[in-house]
């Protein structure tokens, strides 16, 4: 099993009072498996995939990636953990805007200490994967938003993950521009067979998945199976 969460709650502090984000989820992720997590706001969506990502700890529960429990992590180790085996496309790109496309997506292997050559050589590949060949030198202000989410993609892609893990993907991407992305994503997950989770409120990508994890009130109401 890749992730495992065992009754995992979170609450926030907001002054005097503790708001919960989520109660009690349980739930087993598997290599290869195409997962949307959705729900209203405030429903925790976002919680649980930082949760899953390393980003944020639970208040009480585990998780447990790869077969060793997060919480015997070190933050140093939390870091190694999400640079080499996890993902993560923002829904706000999260790009740099003084890096060129091709900087923006070596960055994670800088990160990891690879060669310059082998960094370059390796963005390359993924910006062409995603279709953008020809803007290998422009900068995000130069690149429409679908196509500032393929770099972010493929920046989430280069160090070949066992996970990818993205916050509402598409929601600042007009209908066409989401369903393709939605489409490379799960070509991408086909045929490398990584794992992809992200967060919707899009009932028309709803459809396009393999489970999906409804929640609610920071509580897992239900789960469907395609």
């Known amino acids: 099993m890749l992730i495992t969460l065992n009754e995992v709650t979170k609450h926030y502090r907001m002054g005097n009072t503790m708001v919960p984000a989520l109660a009690d989820v349980s739930l087993k ?23 899953i990502g390393t980003i944020d700890e639970p208040t009480s529960g585990q998780v447990v990636f ?100 993205a916050d509402e993907p598409t929601a600042n991407l007009d209908s066409e521009n989401a369903l393709k992305i939605l489409e490379l994503m799960r ?9 992809f989770i992200f967060s919707t409120h899009d009932q028309r990508l709803l459809a396009k998945v393999d489970r999906r994890l409804n929640l609610k009130d920071g509580r897992l109401e239900r789960e469907e199976n395609r």
């Not at 992720?29 to 930082?50: M, Q, R, Y």
């Not at 706000?92 to 082998?118: H, R, Y």
């Not at 070509?187 to 794992?195: A, V």
């Open 187 to 195: 070509t991408l997950n086909r045929n490398e067979q990584t794992t």
């Open 29 to 51: 992720i598997d290599k290869g498996e195409f997962i949307a997590v959705w729900g209203p706001s405030g429903s925790g969506k976002t919680t649980l995939l930082n949760i």
């Open 66 to 165: 790869q077969e060793r429990s997060t919480l015997q992590l070190t933050d140093n180790e939390k870091s190694d953990l999400r640079n080499k085996f996890i993902g993560f496309i923002f829904q706000s790109f999260n790009l740099i805007p003084v890096l060129s496309a091709l900087e923006n997506v070596m960055l994670p292997l800088q990160i990891q200490g690879l060669a310059a050559k082998d960094c370059r050589e390796a963005a390359r590949a993924r910006l062409e994967q995603v279709g953008l060949a020809e803007l290998l030198h422009n900068r995000p202000d130069n690149m429409s938003g679908g196509q500032q989410q393929r770099v972010s993609i493929a920046r989430a892609l280069v160090t070949n993950p066992a996970v990818v893990i």
